[in-house]
């Protein structure tokens, strides 16, 4: 999957600084100014304590807590045991943490069982706080706590994926939860900020990544810096990066970012590819609105100002890089459009965010919606691995009926035909010819190869045998006429084995032993199998 630079930090990772805590304080106040004299306080805090989110630090110290809103606009709420207080998860800084988001994140999976990765930032904030809240706290003796204060530091997030999940909580400290609509959020400056947000619980794209291409076969990419403090050390990427308070759209989020890594990169008019999703540093979920333009540019005229190098690819040559797996097929995907073996893909949504690709002539499926053909199956996401000149190859990921997840991998094709040919003596026309899938020379009869899933078998009389029309494939082809009884005969000894022509041979021979009525002129019958 493309990896968005924003995801991986320009820094070693390390607990949140002082500096970095003001920072985010002062961006706060630059959108709520109201709130400066509320906030001065901490602000001086910050300038002469040393460990501002330890619980040591007194008489005030930071906290965060997680706003976790579902697609009903709901906000989780638990209810604390030691408090009884019904607030959003939150807590105190720990010495793994490495910023006051993760902190949010790790109490939510604490106290409430939801892992990051079924979060996602919300456009509107992104990773800022929605709020920045001033709470009194009792003294607690058995803690040796005085009366002291909090600034709650409060990081939105977005479910991604549309069920509500069931929560797992930590019963030392939490005796229940539920979800509240905006209008009941107990605190009631956090109230005011979601009211005032629009919200409406749909995961977006928060990041935006670019296919380059040159129109000729060529794909640019991005090899990162192998450092160990980074994410994804050493892989070749798209390029683009994370959202930020000030870009207007993605596309403004694209160019912004492209002028900051290669400003002699400069991209004419670009194109909605796709959305995917990856996971960020913090183990978030991070949809990504992936664009496609054409440059013919030289890379070493880009001035690359973060990675390592750009460079020119052809799809042949993806196997000898460090790439994800769903670039590597975003790209071979693009190359089959792009060169006419196949028409460009329609895009259909199948659940939040998750995009799922579709060739204009696969077969139709049932589960256009996200819904699975098996009664409480859901299709999550449908993507093409491979799209040649008969055959499609799928790979499907389903939440089945019980909440598990599996992957599917599976072939589509065109129908085929197959021809039971039986002159007036009761013989049946069989060829035998080297198939290349099977790696032998097999009898069949006359039709589609082993490669098909799916065939019409046409039972046929009163034939006569004329000039062939033969590819060069069929060069080899030799025509035998069997007496249906030694083809029957044949399935069960191993001489005839593949698929099609066992069913064929043996569907002819019930209907012509048993003396049952041809349909119309040709009898017909319509089977679906596996290849052999």
């Known amino acids: 999957m493309p990896i968005p630079a924003t995801l991986v930090p320009k820094e070693p990772r390390l607990p949140p600084s002082t500096d970095a805590i003001a920072a985010v304080t002062r961006a706060y106040l630059d959108h709520h100014p109201a709130e400066r004299a509320k906030l001065e306080p901490l602000l001086a805090m910050l300038a002469t304590t040393p460990e501002p989110t330890s619980r040591k630090t007194v008489p005030a110290h930071v906290t965060c807590s997680a706003v976790v809103i579902n697609r009903d606009r709901q906000v989780l709420h638990i209810h604390h045991r030691a408090t009884g207080l019904t607030l959003c998860p939150g807590g105190h800084g720990e010495e793994a943490d490495t ?20 979060l996602c930032l919300i456009p509107q904030f992104l990773d800022r706080p ?13 803690k040796g706590e005085g009366a002291h204060q909090h600034y709650d530091f409060r990081f939105a997030f977005y479910l991604a994926d549309p069920a509500t999940p069931d929560t797992a909580l930590q019963a030392e400290e939490v005796t229940g939860c539920e979800w509240r609509p905006v209008e009941q959020v107990s605190s009631p400056s956090l109230r005011a900020k ?23 076969g060529r794909y640019l990419l991005h090899l990162r810096d192998d450092f160990d403090h980074i994410w994804a050390p050493g892989e070749f990427s798209l390029l683009g ?10 596309e403004e989020t694209l160019r912004r970012e492209l002028s900051e890594e290669t400003p002699g990169l400069r991209l004419g008019e670009v194109e909605r590819l796709t959305v995917e999703w990856t996971t960020g540093v913090d183990g978030l979920a991070v949809p990504i609105q992936i664009f496609t333009a054409q440059w013919q540019g030289d890379p070493q005229a880009a001035d690359l100002r973060e990675g390592v190098l750009l460079h020119w690819f052809r799809p042949e040559d993806l196997h000898r890089l460090r790439l994800r797996d769903s670039t590597r097929r975003l790209i071979h995907d693009h190359h089959t459009a792009q060169v006419g073996r196949a028409r460009p893909s329609r895009v259909e949504p199948a659940g939040a965010g998750l995009r799922r690709t579709v060739p204009p002539d696969a077969p139709e499926r049932s589960d256009a919606a996200g819904v699975g053909l098996i009664d409480g199956w859901t ?14 190859v799928r790979r499907d990921s389903v939440r089945r009926s019980d909440q598990s997840l599996g992957t ?31 790696g032998q020379r097999l009898l069949m009869c006359p039709g589609g190869g082993c490669e098909r899933t799916r065939e019409h078998l046409y039972l ?10 033969r590819d060069a494939s069929e060069a080899d082809m030799a025509l035998r006429w069997v007496p249906l009884e030694e083809a029957v005969a044949m399935c069960g000894d191993g001489r ?12 002819a021979a019930r209907r012509t032993w048993s003396g049952a009525p041809a349909a119309g002129t040709d009898e017909a019958t319509n089977r679906e199998t596996e290849s052999s």
């Open 496 to 507: 005839i084995t593949e698929a099609g022509t066992l069913a064929a041979v043996l569907l």
């Open 460 to 469: 046929a009389r009163g034939l006569t045998v004329g000039e062939h029309h």
């Open 408 to 438: 599917y991998e599976y072939t589509e094709s065109v129908d085929g035909v197959r021809v039971v040919a039986l002159d007036d003596r009761g013989r049946i026309a069989l060829v035998e010819e080297n198939v290349y899938v099977c």
């Open 379 to 392: 299709t999550l996401s449908s993507a093409v691995e491979f799209t040649g000149v008969r055959v499609v």
């Open 99 to 118: 910023s006051l988001l993760t902190t949010a994140l790790r109490e939510v999976a604490e106290e409430a069982g939801i892992p990051p990765g079924a």
């Open 194 to 216: 979601l009211h005032t947000a629009d919200l409406d619980g749909q995961p977006e794209p928060v990041n935006a990544s670019v296919l380059i291409h040159d129109g000729a």
């Open 130 to 142: 929605v709020d920045i809240d001033v709470n009194d706290i009792d003294p607690n003796p058995n």
């Open 241 to 250: 990066g994370g959202a930020e308070p000030g870009d207007g759209s993605l």
